[in-house]
């Protein structure tokens, strides 16, 4: 158990790693980071000295090394458009995201899960097929069309609900239903497919030959088992909490984490960009890890130690 | 309902005395044709296109769809032609598509083939970036490369060529590990056939259902993540055009014309739902394990 533990940890540090590795390469790819600073004007002793200051001129490898050490040291520079430290900038949009997302999660769980698992114990009925086609649609249709066509029904034609910006709780619910439709959908699919595959099991016939009654079969035999897949998706809809947003806020000028990656994009603002690279990176791997603890909590093999599937 | 459906794909049909249709559910046939029209429009754009896709006219502007037969789908702020924007534009986003889908598969299937011959260290390297590029959301990879490299047609597409590599190498990877213990790999080792020619002669083929399965699921999430990005305005440059890029400027315009937006929308609509009703179809026909 410790083990599995102790080997999960050190795949997150090393993604983690991965993402910063990313992030130097690219941004060491894309140019002399001095000529992309002090622009092609400059005099050439300029460039030299400015190199010199920020360590440019030693071997790559150094300043890989230095490069880590401040971000394990929390320095991420600072934003080139409003001289401020990125960090504190990216911080401050995260609870409008969240504001979106937390709403828009519980949506999807509110309706995928229990669809899906309705869909599944009553497989071949209208219900299933609705769910399915649905679920089809779903993904079919992206968010920011589905966002849009909205805004043309309830805030164009009929006028009932404001089309995009921040104020009150009516902002928000164009916002949270198209985040939380498309979700619902695949998490709907998911769960269907996760609940008959478990279905189909043999120790489900055995509990219903034992007498069982059938929902007690569902609930003791079917629900936990098909729990372990469903939650993996469901931690990668945690982990994207903050990466989730980027369209949909756009289409809606929400002001949150992914419409300032879309602005800090478009104007090359490269330190906001990777500040938030990382933040994503780091909330991806935490939910990633706790699902992985859930894993160990849920699924009995995984506490003797077994290894994981 | 399984049972109607023949053992033989369609292509098998054409060119055969007493030719009939083979029987497929409905939906399968309507999105054959869908696709069959989207390819032949893209292919033979500059010819279909009724006016040049940048051609404005100012005395034109918003012109609404179905009015008058010069410009069937209407005109844009600029007065230009819209169903010849959306010719262009559906030419566009497939050639990004196709490019990209064939460029991930290429990657994924070699990175999978070289883990199943190596093993060992080559193997955990190429699935610990599998498993890191299935962590990170593509969108926010994507967005931080456009930010540091700026924007050009063959980054797009090579950019987009990463997306979902890492099941084709997983697919590629596994699959290859077990048909190395089959008869027919071990039996062209031991003629002494070369690894490469046991993988791309002998390996491939056998493997190739499973892969193009895989394609079909990946090419429609490809189309989503370019007009996705295209939508943002970081996608596809102006004057050069694509669906999301038609959808994402089309927005301003929601209220006068929402024409301007709602014809690419539609498109992109039912060409990923086309393509992935077949890719649902073709994977429980060749190979229902495919998750």
Do not use: C
Request: net charge positive.
């Amino acid at each position: 158990m410790l083990r599995y533990f102790a080997i999960r940890l050190f795949r997150a540090v090393i993604t983690i790693a991965m993402v910063v590795t990313f992030a130097f390469v690219v941004l060491r790819m894309s140019g002399d980071p001095a000529i992309l600073i002090m622009g092609p004007e400059v005099p050439p002793e300029a460039l030299e000295a400015f190199r010199k200051s920020w360590g440019l001129d030693q071997p790559i490898w150094v300043q890989y090394i230095n490069y880590f050490g401040a971000i394990l040291r929390g320095d991420l520079g600072m934003s080139m458009r409003d001289n401020r430290p990125a960090l504190d900038m990216v911080l401050e949009r995260i609870p409008a995201t969240l504001a979106l997302t937390i709403p828009a999660l519980a949506l999807k769980l509110a309706i995928g899960v229990p669809a899906g698992v309705w869909a599944a114990l009553h497989q071949g009925t209208g219900f299933d097929r609705a769910v399915m086609v649905t679920a089809v649609f779903g993904f079919a249709i992206p968010s920011f069309i589905l966002a849009l066509v909205l805004v043309l029904i309830f805030a164009v034609t009929l006028g009932w609900l404001p089309s995009g910006g921040q104020g009150g709780v009516e902002h928000m619910i164009l916002p949270v239903i198209t985040m939380g439709i498309g979700g619902a959908a695949a998490l709907a699919r998911f769960t269907r497919s996760a609940m008959l595959e478990v279905l189909g099991r043999p120790y489900i016939r055995t509990a219903s030959a034992k007498g069982l009654p059938w929902a007690s079969v569902v609930r003791g035999h079917a629900l936990p088992n098909a729990a372990i897949p469903t939650v993996t998706l469901i931690g990668f809809l945690v982990g994207s909490l903050i990466a989730g947003a980027v369209v949909v806020e756009s289409v809606f000028s929400w002001p949150g984490v992914g419409r300032m990656l879309v602005v800090a994009v478009g104007s090359r603002d490269l330190a906001v960009v990777q500040v938030i690279l990382l933040l994503v990176a780091a909330t991806m791997v935490t939910s990633n890890l706790i699902v992985d603890f859930l894993y160990g909590v849920l699924d009995p093999r995984l506490r003797q130690g077994a290894r994981a599937a | 309902m399984m049972a109607d459906i023949p053992t033989r794909l369609p292509l098998r049909f054409l060119g055969r005395p007493g030719f009939t249709l083979p029987r497929l559910p409905w939906y399968v046939w309507a999105a054959f044709l869908w696709i069959s029209l989207v390819l032949i429009v893209a292919i033979f754009a500059p010819l279909i296109a009724p006016h040049p896709y940048t051609g404005m006219k100012l005395t034109n502007r918003f012109l609404p769809p179905f009015t008058n037969w010069t410009h069937p789908l209407g005109t844009d702020e600029l007065g230009r032609d819209v169903l010849s924007r959306l010719i262009v534009s559906v030419r566009i986003s497939l050639l990004i598509a196709f490019g990209a889908t064939v460029i991930s598969a290429v990657l994924g299937t070699t990175l999978g083939f070289l883990a199943a011959h190596f093993r060992g260290w080559v193997e955990q390297v190429v699935l610990t970036l599998a498993d890191f590029q299935a962590a990170m959301p593509f969108l926010i990879l994507a967005l931080s490369v456009l930010a540091f490299f700026g924007n050009s047609l063959p980054l797009l597409i090579g950019l987009m060529g990463l997306y979902g590599w890492e099941r084709y190498a997983r697919v590629a990877r596994g699959l290859a590990i077990s048909a190395n213990t089959q008869g027919y790999a071990t039996a062209v080792t031991q003629l002494g056939a070369e690894p490469q020619r046991i993988y791309l002669r002998h390996i491939l083929p056998n493997i190739a259902s499973t892969l193009i399965v895989s394609m079909t699921l990946v090419f429609p999430e490809v189309i989503l993540v370019e007009s996705g990005l295209s939508f943002l305005g970081l996608g596809v440059q102006p004057p050069m055009t694509s669906l999301g890029n038609m959808v994402g400027y089309g927005r301003d315009y929601i209220t006068r014309a929402p024409w301007i937006m709602l014809s690419p929308a539609i498109v992109i609509v039912l060409t990923t739902l086309a393509v992935s009703m077949l890719g649902d179809w073709l994977r429980d026909r060749l190979d229902p394990t495919l998750g």
